[in-house]
């Protein structure tokens, strides 16, 4: 990758306001500044860091890299390493059809955690090193 850039969803201290930032490091999610906006990302890159919120109780703690990729119809938001994708007409779409994906993959996993395959295993601890629940 030549640049990537870091996208965060940062939250208020009421858990529900949204704020997008962005850096030009690779720096641990955990050490973007809460709620400073570090710039404006007027348009979606080809590749970035995606590090947003997937589900109340659950925290990316160490951000996918994901590629955007022209499709019929429109673009594909792709994490290659868990090979999936989100699809939609424009990559905002697309990213955010990504984060449902993420979020479906990683409930229906820990789910069935006893009873998966060994591919769905290794899907799994992939996962897990990206994604940590925060409560339950």
Same mark, same amino acid.
């Given at each position: 990758?030549?640049? $990537? ?23 641990? @999610? ?13 348009? &979606?890159?080809?590749?970035? =860091?995606?590090?947003?919120?997937? *589900?109340?109780?659950?925290?990316? $703690? @160490? ?7 022209? &499709? ?5 938001? &792709? &994490? *290659? ?20 994906? =993420? ?5 229906? =996993? ?20 990206? @994604? ?5």
């Amino acid at each position: 990758m030549n640049e $990537v850039l870091t996208l965060t969803e940062c939250r208020d201290a009421s858990g529900f306001g949204e704020l997008w930032t962005f850096s030009e490091s690779r720096a641990n @999610v955990g050490e973007a500044t809460r709620g400073t906006t570090v710039g404006t990302l007027t348009t &979606v890159p080809d590749e970035l =860091l995606y590090a947003g919120a997937i *589900h109340p109780e659950l925290r990316i $703690v @160490v951000a996918f890299e994901v590629r955007f990729e022209r &499709v019929e119809g429109g673009h594909a938001a &792709v &994490v *290659h390493e868990l090979e999936e994708f989100g699809l939609g007409e424009t990559r905002s779409d697309a990213l955010e059809d990504l984060r449902k994906t =993420l979020r479906e993959l990683y409930l229906s =996993l820990e789910q069935d955690e006893s009873r998966l395959s060994g591919d769905l295993l290794s899907i799994w601890a992939r996962l897990k090193s990206h @994604v940590a629940r925060i409560r339950r």
